[in-house]
T-cell receptor
């Protein structure tokens, strides 16, 4: 089973709202990732968690706040977003951090900021 | 700046033909290489990974790696209309790398 689930599938929010994206995997993977993908562009890494600790933050604005409550769950808290933050937000997981570990993506959350 | 280059296409092939997708990378230290397929509006799906020089076959897909030339390719035999998608080449930048560096993707169109 190589399934990563994400909720919600779609999210529309205003610039003053606070919302959260959720990601879950039950493959026993210990590395989890958030990527952002704009239309006709490749995914861009935002954050990496390894063994529930934040490992990489790719200079993402503080209006995006990640959280890893346990080894299966990953959240992305959103606050005071801008319209340019509208994108497909992808969660991925891999067995561990490192170049030989295949990353599996969830279906994504399509975010629209009004 | 670590880079992964792909021809953005579109690459158009008739049904039943072989589609050849190419990718070059700049970091000689890269050790692993992944191909993802992404349908329009969907998330990337891992279809092939390759770590050693040579060919790796999985069904209709063959990945080819040449580390000396810093070149990795994906061949799709007997192309089907359902193969029409964007194919992303992804490379961790070095031996310690975690983040996938993606090429811009090649859009493949298979006509029936």
């Amino acid at each position: 089973d190589t399934e990563v689930t994400q909720t919600p599938k779609h999210l529309v929010m205003g610039m003053t709202n606070k919302k959260s994206l959720k990601c879950e995997q039950h493959m026993g993977h210990r590395a989890m990732y958030w990527y952002k993908q704009k239309a006709k562009k490749p995914p861009e890494l935002m954050f990496v968690y390894s063994y529930e600790k934040l490992s990489i933050n790719e200079s993402v604005p503080s209006r995006f706040s990640p959280e890893c409550p346990n080894s299966s769950l990953l959240n992305l808290h959103l606050h005071a977003l801008q319209p340019e933050d509208s994108a497909l937000y992808l969660c991925a997981s891999s067995h561990q951090q490192g170049p030989y570990n295949e990353q599996f993506f969830g279906p994504g959350t399509r975010l629209t900021v009004l | 700046q670590k880079e992964v280059e792909q021809n953005s296409g579109p690459l158009s092939v008739p049904e039943g033909a072989i589609a050849s997708l190419n990718c070059t990378y700049s970091d000689r230290g890269s050790q692993s290489f992944f191909w993802y397929r992404q349908y329009s509006g969907k998330s990337p799906e891992l279809i092939m990974s390759i770590y050693s020089n040579g060919d790796k076959e999985d069904g209709r897909f063959t990945a080819q790696l040449n580390k000396a030339s810093q070149y990795v390719s994906l061949l799709i035999r007997d192309s089907q209309p359902s193969d029409s998608a964007t194919y992303l080449c992804a490379v961790p930048p070095n031996q310690a790398g975690t983040a996938l560096i993606f090429g811009k993707g090649t859009t493949l169109s298979v006509s029936s």
